[in-house]
């Protein structure tokens, strides 16, 4: 009999980074997410199935009772008692030409499970369970991952808005420094055009940043299951959360995808073993008892008795090759099942090994963006500074900025990189490496 293993809960790894308003999103998500809740209903249809499997091997008991009244002729007065299929012959007696029957009656059948097939059907309906189990639990950890990647990428896209909206602020001063300057004299109309389309250019990438954070923000109301769900976005910087040593194969076996298809083998090979049976004969008791009367209070009497108990065999004898080709399905089928777990695990150790890749070469860009955007920054300074003095090119100023706002976008961008193969890795490990 297959033991129903305890499937363990999703541990809260997107505590790892370090935001109270994520840790909120992620349980609204867990609790109230469509595609969670219809893999709990599966889990519920699958327990249901199990304790149908499960009563096979009981009696099945049946209550019949009916009422007529029979009026005609000798033929027509003669009521029958019922027997069970293949009786010699059946009791009967006399009633008047108007009368009533009452019958009332208990049928039983219980096949003997000798050789385990319905033992078979029940484990193997109970490994669907644990699989859907399992099934749930992978798709919350989805869902989980989805609802911290949507919102690392809100808050990049929010950090980007923030950094246009600066280098904006910053070019209309220049603007305004500009045309100063050339109203007096001191610069050229052309030095305040240049800066006037920089300024313009600027401005129109902020329409797009806008959109893809609204787009963030329908996909996170989506993944609440709910359209008109507030969405708060914390101030504070995101963790990043430390590297895995190595990828240890035992990590990658706690995935519930990868466990699920490891349960499927043995429920396919329980039915194998269900299917094998049939080649052998079944045996089965049945039988059948009652009362009959022509009237309610003559039920009560002995007379009207009747009862029935018979064993059943039944030998396949000849079937076309049925049964044989019936097995071979199933064989095929704990095939399938081997080579999709092998899957699973190929696919999960790619996923993993491509995440911890990301991640690695992400954090290190991000690190030499920083470096860059500071550089940018202080050659942006002294530009302005020469500029000003009319001891450098404006063009110098120009590149500079471009240079500058460039370099920060990199580094947002590489930083939200970073946290979201983070967000893969853990999702690959089934929520963290610890």
Request: no cysteine; net charge neutral.
């Amino acid at each position: 009999m297959i033991l129903l293993l305890a499937t363990l809960s999703l541990a809260p790894w997107w505590s790892a980074y370090g935001d109270k308003q994520l840790d909120a999103l992620v349980e609204r998500a867990l609790a109230a997410n469509l595609d969670v809740k219809s893999a709990e209903a599966r889990i519920r249809e699958s327990r249901a199935l199990a304790g149908e499997s499960r009563s096979k091997l009981l009696p099945a008991i049946n209550l019949t009772s009916n009422a007529g009244r029979l009026r005609g002729g000798f033929q027509q007065g003669v009521a029958r008692i019922p027997t069970m299929p293949g009786a010699a012959q059946s009791g009967s007696f006399v009633a008047p030409f108007d009368t009533a029957i009452y019958q009332g009656s208990l049928d039983m059948r219980w096949e003997l499970d000798f050789w385990g097939a319905n033992r078979a059907g029940r484990d193997a309906a109970l490994a669907d369970t644990v699989s859907s189990t399992e099934m749930r639990e992978d798709m919350a950890l989805i869902v989980s991952a989805e609802v911290v990647r949507a919102y690392v990428e809100l808050r990049g896209l929010g950090e980007r808005i923030a950094i246009t909206e600066r280098s904006r602020d910053a070019q209309k001063e220049l603007l305004d420094l500009t045309t100063s300057r050339a109203d007096a004299g001191l610069s050229s109309q052309l030095d305040v055009e240049r800066q006037r389309a920089l300024l313009e250019n600027t401005e129109a990438s902020l329409p797009p940043l806008e959109a893809e954070r609204s787009i963030r923000r329908h996909h996170l109301a989506v993944l609440l299951g709910d359209r008109t769900a507030p969405i708060t976005i914390g101030d504070g910087a995101l963790t990043a959360p430390a590297l895995p040593a190595a990828l240890d194969s035992e990590l990658l076996k706690r995935r519930p995808d990868v466990r699920a298809a490891e349960v499927r083998i043995n429920a396919a090979m329980l039915r194998l073993k269900q299917a094998r049976t049939d080649l052998f004969p079944k045996i089965a008791l049945s039988g059948l008892m009652g009362r009959q009367s022509t009237s309610l209070g003559g039920l009560s009497l002995g007379g009207g008795n009747f009862f029935n108990l018979a064993p059943q065999l039944q030998l396949p004898i000849f079937s076309g090759g049925r049964i044989r080709q019936q097995i071979a399905a199933q064989d095929a089928r704990v095939e399938q099942a081997r080579l999709e777990y092998q899957k699973e695990v190929l696919a999960a150790f790619e996923e993993a090994a491509n995440a911890l890749a990301g991640y690695q070469r992400q954090q290190e860009r991000a690190q030499k963006l920083t470096a860059a955007t500071e550089s940018a920054a202080r050659s942006l300074a002294l530009s302005r500074e020469l500029a000003t003095a009319g001891l450098g090119d404006f063009l110098t100023v120009l590149d500079a900025q471009r240079t500058l706002l460039d370099a920060e976008f990199q580094k947002s961008a590489a930083a939200t990189s970073a946290l979201v193969e983070s967000v893969t890795l853990h999702k690959a490990l089934a929520g963290g490496w610890k």
